[in-house]
């Protein structure tokens, strides 16, 4: 009765993601499923982004979350969940996609161009429809570790050295491949951008 | 992309990851410099488009699946235990109510002031009609009010 009684304390949006993690590691299932819901959203476009198919995506995001259920006491940095949690979706997807067997691997070609004048107006940039069509198949052309760590930075503002954490990776190798995609998604978008289309 | 010197900066910038100073002499230099004018535009711009696409995101109801993958449970929040305690106190409160008039009937052997009240309340015969509402010309409507017998009134 009094267990019943007892209160823990309320979950609210300011509670920091490391106290949700020890609470969740202690076996509060609350605590885990408001991780949950503070980056099931991120997560799933992340691996939408990987896998480039819906549904698919839906079922890693939900495997994605057993496995960080499961190796949560793994977890001792407990402020860095997310990109803790990114690393599993990217291996969840990277196995996936060798099941899928048609994506590409390895990594892409790095005969980048490097001309990138006139650039566009940062303010009247609109992803409509056509520019969004633009924009995935572009990210589909990048190979898939190049791709989760261009969208860890810029999508899912990761710092350059929890992606390393996350990837096995060092920092230079990390700021060598983000750059490199940068630069194939710049070539592909820009004249979809600046009016310069071919 | 550029070759000046402080372009490695400007991504900072753009993610507004660099201090408010720092943001303030790189905006100042790309003033004078196209090549870096240029690379922060593109920057800028870049970056607009992932938040764009974020704004857009729908998630599914997916925690179900991971909550029959991981064995969790749907938690209890502590607003239904408040609710059911409440729920008990009321009920207590009902059962309580009920059973005082019960008991002075058992003491006396004859149906109490409640429970005829009750009763008759249940009853359709307790209404009594003034005048019967299908007398009435159509659009009258609600002037049928029920009447209480005088017979319950003086028991009371």
């Known amino acids: 009765m009094l267990r019943l009684l007892q209160r823990t304390p309320a979950i609210t949006p300011e509670t920091p993601d490391g106290a949700l993690v020890q609470r969740a590691q202690k076996g509060e299932s609350a605590a885990f499923k408001a991780l949950f819901e503070r980056h099931v959203v991120g997560v799933r476009r992340f691996l939408r982004d990987l896998l480039r198919q819906g549904d698919l995506a839906d079922d890693a995001t939900q495997e994605t979350f057993a496995r960080a259920h499961a190796q949560l006491a793994k977890l001792t940095d407990y402020d860095r969940f997310k990109p803790w949690v990114l690393g599993i979706a990217r291996n969840v997807a990277f196995e996936a996609r060798r099941v899928r067997q048609h994506d590409v691997l390895e990594d892409d070609d790095d005969s980048t161009p490097t001309a990138v004048i006139p650039s566009p107006d940062p303010e009247r940039v609109l992803l409509d429809a056509e520019l969004e069509k633009h924009f995935t198949e572009a990210m589909g052309t990048l190979s898939g570790n190049r791709r989760a760590a261009l969208l860890m930075r810029l999508d899912h503002g990761l710092a350059y050295e929890e992606i390393a954490a996350a990837f096995g990776w060092s920092i230079p190798t990390v700021k060598n491949e983000i750059h490199r995609a940068r630069l194939k998604l710049r070539a592909q978008l820009l004249p979809h951008l600046t009016g310069e289309r071919t | ?156």
Do not use: I, Y
């Open chain 2, 1 to 156: 992309m550029s070759r000046c010197g402080r372009t490695a900066h400007l991504e900072a910038v753009a993610l507004g990851e660099a201090s408010p100073t720092l943001a303030a002499e790189l905006r100042a230099h790309t003033k004078s410099c196209a090549l870096c004018r240029h690379e922060l535009n593109w920057l800028e711009s870049e970056s607009a488009l992932f938040r764009q696409r974020a704004g857009r995101d729908e998630v599914a109801q997916l925690w179900k699946g991971v909550a029959s993958r991981s064995g969790l449970e749907t938690p209890p929040r502590d607003w239904p235990r408040v609710l059911v305690a409440m729920a008990a106190a009321a009920a207590l409160v009902l059962m309580v109510g009920n059973a005082a008039p019960r008991a002075s009937r058992s003491a006396d052997g004859s149906p109490g002031d409640e429970t005829l009240e009750s009763s008759m309340l249940m009853t359709p015969a307790f209404f009594v009609e003034e005048e019967s509402c299908s007398k009435l010309p159509s659009g009258v409507g609600f002037q049928c009010s029920p009447v209480v017998p005088a017979s319950f009134l003086a028991s009371r």
